[in-house]
């Protein structure tokens, strides 16, 4: 079984459990359920912003343990005060260390949009993330039906959450529908595990017109922006390269500075 086939099989039970022990009326009644939310999309593509989204994430599958000292609050208001577009959160304990208060935690702490970076197969997720302060959400094409993540897409937007559609190869472009906002291209192989930008390039042009463009994985140097931009990319998602370092706002502010 592939690592994404084992988080989905765990994903459906978790989901099942949580549904039961808050159910949406519940979610309704959350203190950022009927936030105006902010555009994760105009903030990417905005001429005075860098385009990186800073992620917020302690471990993963393929590293195992990345850093399990970093507080939520200080990363994530450090790398919006160093110039983040905006940030991403991990919300999936097992596999990736993280809980939904770590991104109720960042909203309160920031201004600018925070995506939900969580493996959503259930409507539910969407209403949570609303709950919880998210202004976008991941939803991951190749653990989802057509159909799943074009009624995902739409519910999310009938929310005023915006879309970031992850792909990983051209069979998955089909996910792409009318609710989506921003389309992702993951570099990284989930079943190798191997990362190599020319994955982003190989890709963007197959992306219809309209959609905004990011990369995701394996970006570690300002040159690969630099790169990726001539590429036709507008947003970089970059957890790794700064959660690995014992002060992650300092490793983030360090690339901006010789990005722009």
Do not use: C, W
């Amino acid at each position: 079984m592939s690592i994404l086939n084992t988080i989905v099989a765990h994903k459906k039970k978790e989901v099942a459990s949580t549904k039961e022990l808050i159910p949406i009326p519940e979610l309704e009644k959350f203190e950022y359920f009927n936030r105006k939310t902010i555009s994760f999309k105009d903030h990417i593509i905005a001429e005075d912003k860098t385009g990186i989204i800073g992620e917020f994430k302690r471990k993963s599958p393929s590293k195992g343990i990345i850093n399990n000292t970093a507080r939520v609050e200080e990363v994530t208001k450090g790398y919006a005060l160093a110039g983040a577009s905006a940030l991403s959160v991990l919300t999936d304990f097992i596999f990736f260390g993280g809980v939904v208060d770590d991104l109720r935690i960042a909203r309160a702490a920031n201004k600018i949009p925070i995506l939900r970076k969580e493996f959503i197969i259930d409507e539910y997720q969407i209403l949570e993330a609303k709950a919880i302060g998210a202004d976008a959400v991941l939803l991951i094409a190749s653990i989802l039906e057509i159909k799943k993540a074009k009624d995902l897409a739409r519910k999310a937007h009938d929310i005023g959450l915006q879309v970031l559609m992850e792909i990983h190869d051209e069979n998955e472009l089909s996910r792409i529908n009318e609710h989506v906002d921003v389309v992702g291209v993951n570099n990284r192989n989930l079943d190798t595990f191997v990362v190599d930008l020319q994955h982003s390039v190989s890709l963007s042009e197959m992306i219809p017109d309209g959609f905004v463009k990011i990369s995701e994985s394996g970006i570690s140097k300002p040159e690969d922006i630099l790169f990726l931009r001539q590429h036709g990319f507008d947003g970089f998602l970059i957890g790794e390269n700064f959660m690995k370092n014992d002060d992650p706002v300092f490793a983030f502010s360090e690339f901006v500075k010789k990005n722009m």
